[in-house]
């Protein structure tokens, strides 16, 4: 066991750092530290931004037009990444369906779609959830006929996160009603462009638009456009599923978050000082410091047993479980530090689509709808109660 | 950065699991804490025979070159049977200060037969006013000749009776809690003035009050510089701290395989209570806080990390139904 | 709802605490205020001036012997009395037994029993928690066939409170194995002197004794011994279960814990000043102040109802399970202000077995034992676990 970073690794770490400071556009960086919502170009920009550097698909092998970092390249990027201010990486193309396509699909699928997937020249966004298949995912409706060289797609998903933005969908879809729900499952890639597809934003209670439900009215796809074979996309599914799980920890942001939550803390006056000279509101700081620094080292042990080979294992699922707990946590403690001026409410501010003055601190408008948005960590990705399951059957044995 | 242990360190970790499994069942625990000292003999000779009160040393100390990574797996083990030889005092605490501050002459007389399992230590720091600030010592060291005097009071001091030598934390100038004017002292076990009040404590170790009446000491008994003994003590208590928090660990994940194992087999309703969700996912946060104990690993000189572990493990102990009451009954 | 006391039960709160001021043993006083542990004589002499009173079975109606008080009353008696250090009201008699017999008892039963509760001169203990049955209660084994005008009773309970200083065992008995487990159960009462018991104590882990196995080795049961109908014991049991309940939520004796712990947080120096001036530890307690607060509202909500007629209904599991964390945290927080010298365990000065002088002060050795002792509290009276799906199901409906 050895903790220390060797001086290639602090090397890599600089270089990292040189490029988001030179790259990363100063108006998306503001708006990462001010809590504010990006828009598609801030997204899109810095991905492409990434994707020319070849650093986009940083998780992917060589082999598949990857970096081939080891673990703590990887860590080391994301930790960059996130202390620069840099957005999310939206995880649905690199994350989810290129590592899907380059492990079960087949040479003509990889060359299609992974140099879009790279570059991020295509947004992808992801079809599971459906309005009756939630933590029971594989109760999902959508179905998929066969009709000669095609399928016809009829259904809908929905909570679909920026099909708004999204060039292709890759979808879950029921290809056999007759046999046991998980074995006739198909995992289909269909164009948001084909005929059929109607797309109908899911407002948020700040008036973001994150979500959408998606319709499916007999969608025409190409066989070739199935992943895997047919029947057997609850594979597919499964193994996406465990990877979304071990990103969906969010430790570098919850870092970041600790951070911005001192800051709040320094600036906001209490009793002639400041809220920071409250011993008991920064022994609560402390407190979620520890929880995140305890969370980064449980991922690292998952990475590093990952290292030496295999797939993320069940375990991964506490993960989630405390990850999500911590940003809630967040959330509330910037609550509690912004106080009477998260009140007012300016949604101008979180979209920057005016020029108003913000009414308290320049910190105080986001605090409660990020607050609220929050709520979904402990039920998005596989609810907490679904991990705690998983655990329990696959882990506990129980 | 690599999480993964050497191979040194994984037979290190099985040498002390096998320990812990032969000689710590629990009602072997049970007459190890109604001997005299409350420890044995024949385990303290067999830790310094398989080098591991030496294994955090540097080899010119006459150690064997590890450091605190080996102290924890070994205290991870032995959090898994409480282990009751005075470890911690002795060879963290104790041997760690002499390490850090002793001269050539005092690393020789103390260090290496403590290393061949011939010398035991106590650390004397606590005063009834202290709580968990460090400075806050009153324990006066007063210049008598070339030497010191000692007066005072100590509380809660591990080991005391066993050890040979008792490394006294002293105020030799400076007010209260200030951090400069702290100095160390190493004093015999039996010496003139000291007295003891011996007791055990509530998990079976073995404590004392003591009492220093003009305690006399040699110039040679002063551990590292006169009134800058604050670093020193701060640095040893963080390592103490750490090794702490590894045999919490072990013992959480002693106390979970053991409530798995009873909720696999408990049977109420007709199915074991296991197959209830509720227990299952109490289990995982039990499971769950366990893993998360073992953070302090990367950051080992962090004094927060105590209270948070203190508390999963009080979590865990908080566990379900009948799993706690074996404990209960186990004194 | 009015929630002022009138004059007439501020009079009645003053003639409480005379009467205990005048009433109660200094040295049980001192022992209850020290926390130690009180022998069978200490609660005895307690009990027996209440019962000379007429306030021992101060829940019961005049009807039956007891004072008939108000629920107010009830309220005042039992928070004058915990502020007053009077020992708790050892219930398997007064709370317990008596209730079931003078609800499902004969005439002959109620004049035979009833007064040797009311004037504590019979100690009782409950004969409910078999090995094989805790959660499960229904699912008991202990054997009473009958034999002509007898019973024969064979097996075992356990975790039988105070069984050793028991003169009477009240218990629930399988008088027909071929029913379904609740319709085969009736509830006896057993003299403990009668031949065939053995009681073997178990120790805890501080030492004391508390609780034990209690064996019937064909013991003999007059039928007369049989409240109410034969098989129909699971009724008394219900009954007597809700009962327990209520009382179990303990909020005068955690009202005082809360009290207990500010002392000890005064005493405590931390930097040379008070404990209680740490900001974040007075905030823990304050914390703690209010749950207790709100749970004696819910606690004098319930007994309202019960005062409009009727039983306690299932909403008193709530209050157990909240009661029991709040006795556990008032304990964890006891220990936290003790701080080191919470670690010397001196047995001799929790039985008062030696003149051993303290090892730091004199609260201090009691916090560990105490801490240990208390996580009891969410298992015993079925565990809060159970009490939770009672709420769900009888509640909620769920």
Not at chain 1, 346 to 355: A, I
Not at chain 2, 138 to 162: D, I, P, Q, R
């Amino acid at each position: 066991m050895d903790l220390a970073l060797k001086p290639e690794h602090k090397a890599f770490a600089d270089e990292v750092r040189a490029f988001v400071h030179k790259t990363l556009l100063p108006a998306t960086k503001a708006k990462t530290f001010a809590g504010k919502h990006y828009g598609r170009d801030d997204h899109v920009e810095w991905q492409q931004a990434l994707g020319r550097q070849g650093w986009l698909p940083y998780t992917w092998p060589k082999k598949y037009g990857g970096p081939g970092w080891d673990v703590t390249q990887r860590f080391l990027f994301e930790n960059v990444l996130a202390e620069e201010g840099a957005p999310r990486i939206i995880p649905f193309g690199v994350k989810m369906v290129g590592p899907v396509i380059y492990t079960f699909g087949n040479d003509e699928q990889k060359e299609r779609f992974l140099p879009g997937i790279r570059s991020s020249e295509v947004q992808w966004c992801q079809g599971y959830s459906e309005p009756g298949a939630g933590s029971d995912l594989a109760n999902l409706r959508t179905r998929a006929v066969r009709d000669g060289d095609h399928y016809i797609v009829n259904g809908q998903k929905t909570w679909t996160s920026f099909a708004h933005w999204a060039d292709w969908i890759f979808c879950l879809v029921r290809t056999d009603p007759d046999t046991k729900p998980q074995e006739g499952i198909s995992f289909l890639l269909l164009d948001m462009k084909t005929p059929g597809i109607t797309v109908r934003p899911i407002i948020m209670m700040d008036g973001a638009h994150h979500v959408n439900d998606v319709f499916f009215d007999n969608v025409k796809v190409p066989v070739a456009n199935r992943i895997g074979k047919e029947g057997e996309g609850w594979t597919c599914a499964k193994f996406l599923l465990a990877n979304e799980r071990l990103g969906i920890a969010e430790v570098p942001a919850s870092k970041r978050g600790v951070r911005s939550l001192r800051d709040i803390a320094r600036t906001e006056p209490q009793d002639g000082r400041t809220l920071a000279d409250d011993p008991a509101f920064v022994a609560k700081i402390a407190e979620i410091d520890l929880q995140v620094q305890a969370l980064e080292m449980s991922e690292l042990r998952a990475l590093s047993t990952m290292a030496l080979g295999g797939a993320p294992g069940p375990e991964v699922s506490t993960l989630k479980i405390r990850g999500s707990e911590i940003q809630q946590r967040l959330a509330e403690l910037a609550m509690e530090a912004v106080g009477e001026y998260a009140q007012p409410y300016q949604p101008g501010m979180l979209f920057q689509n005016t020029n108003e003055t913000p009414i308290g601190p320049d910190h105080a408008p986001p605090a409660a709808p990020r607050y609220f948005n929050m709520r979904k960590t402990s039920i998005y990705g596989g609810s907490n109660e679904i991990q705690k399951n998983i655990v329990s059957k696959m882990v506990l044995g129980l | 950065m690599d999480l993964s242990l050497s191979d040194e360190q994984k037979q290190l970790q099985d040498a002390a699991e096998r320990f812990v499994r032969d000689k710590y069942a629990f009602e072997n625990r049970r007459k190890i804490v109604a001997t005299d000292r409350g420890w044995l003999t024949e385990n303290w000779t067999q830790m310094a025979e398989l080098g591991w009160l030496g294994m955090a040393f540097k080899e010119e100390d006459g150690g064997y070159g590890g450091g605190p990574i080996e102290t924890m797996i070994v205290m991870e083990q032995f959090g898994k049977g409480l282990v009751l030889e005075p470890f911690l005092p002795t060879v963290v605490l104790g041997g760690g200060m002499i390490a850090a501050a002793g001269s050539p002459a005092q690393k020789e007389a103390l260090l290496a037969p403590m290393i061949e399992g011939k010398k035991q230590f106590a650390f004397a720091w606590l005063e009834r006013q202290s709580r968990y600030n460090l400075a806050d010592v009153s324990l006066k060291a007063t210049k008598e000749g070339n030497g010191w005097s000692l007066s005072g009071h100590k509380g809660v001091v591990y080991n005391a009776a066993s050890a040979d030598n008792i490394i006294v934390l002293a105020r030799t100038s400076g007010g209260a809690r200030e951090e400069k004017g702290l100095s160390l002292f190493v004093v015999d076990g039996k010496a003139k003035g000291l007295t003891r009040r011996d007791y055990p404590t509530q998990d079976s170790l073995r404590a004392s009050e003591l009492t220093f009446d003009k305690v006399s000491v040699g110039a040679d008994a002063v551990l590292g510089k006169v009134d800058a003994a604050f670093p020193v003590v701060e640095e040893a208590v963080d390592r103490a701290i750490v090794a702490l928090c590894a045999e919490a660990t072990g013992c959480m994940d002693a106390i979970n395989a053991a409530t798995l194992e009873y909720i696999k087999t408990r049977k109420q309703f007709g199915v074991p209570i296991g197959k209830f969700q509720v227990l299952q996912h109490r289990m995982v946060d039990c499971f769950t806080n366990a893993q998360e104990a073992r953070w302090p690993a990367r950051d080992w000189k962090c004094s927060a990390a105590r209270s948070h572990v203190i508390r999963l493990v009080a979590d865990a102990i908080a566990l379900m139904n009948g799993g706690y009451l074996k404990l209960l009954r186990g004194r | 709802m009015d929630l002022a006391f009138t004059a007439e039960e501020q009079k009645f709160a003053d003639d409480v605490r005379a009467f205990v001021k005048a009433n109660l043993p200094a040295d049980v006083r001192d022992k209850v205020k020290n926390g130690k542990h009180l022998g069978r004589d200490d609660y005895m002499r307690w009990q027996q001036a209440l019962g000379k009173k007429g306030w021992l079975v101060y829940t019961w109606p005049k009807k039956h012997g007891g004072p008939g008080f108000t629920p107010a009353q009830r309220y005042i008696f039992e928070n004058v009395c915990a502020e007053e250090y009077a020992p708790g009201i050892i219930p398997f008699g007064t709370k317990m037994v008596g209730p079931v017999i003078y609800t499902f008892g004969n005439d002959e039963q109620k004049a035979k029993y009833l007064p040797a509760i009311r004037e504590s001169t019979v100690w009782w203990c409950q004969g409910y928690s078999e090995p094989g049955s805790g959660s499960d209660l229904a699912s008991l084994r202990t054997k009473a066939e009958k034999q002509g005008d007898h019973y024969i009773v064979n097996g075992s309970k356990t975790w039988t409170t105070m069984g050793h200083w028991a003169d009477w065992i009240f218990c629930l008995v399988r008088t027909d194995s071929k029913a379904k487990p609740q319709e085969g159960i009736s509830f006896l009462l057993i003299d403990m002197k009668t031949p065939g018991i053995t009681v073997k104590p178990i120790i805890m882990m501080d030492g004391g004794h508390e609780v034990n196995e209690v064996f019937f080795d064909n013991v003999k049961v007059p039928v007369a011994n049989l409240i109410g109908k034969e098989n129909e014991g699971w009724t008394c049991a219900k009954f007597l279960l809700a009962n327990e309940r209520l009382g179990i939520a303990a909020v005068p004796q955690s009202k005082r814990g809360v009290e207990a712990l500010k002392d000890i947080a005064r005493a405590e120096q931390e930097d040379g000043k008070p404990l209680i001036e740490n900001q974040g530890f007075a905030e823990k307690i304050a914390d703690l102040e209010i749950q207790v607060t709100a749970l004696e509202f819910t606690e004098l909500r319930v007994l309202s109802q019960m005062a409009q007629g009727g039983q306690p209904g299932p909403e008193v599991s709530g209050l157990k399970v909240r009661g029991s964390e709040i006795q556990q945290r008032i304990t964890e927080l006891t220990m936290e202000a003790v701080g080191e010298y919470a670690a010397p365990y001196l047995p001799g000065l929790l039985w008062q077995g030696t003149n051993e002088a303290p090892v730091g002060p004199e609260y201090a050795h009691l916090a560990a034992p105490r801490y240990f002792n208390t996580r009891k509290t969410t298992i015993y009276g079925g565990s809060n676990e159970i009490q939770k799906g009672i709420i769900s199901k009888m509640v909620l409906g769920l």
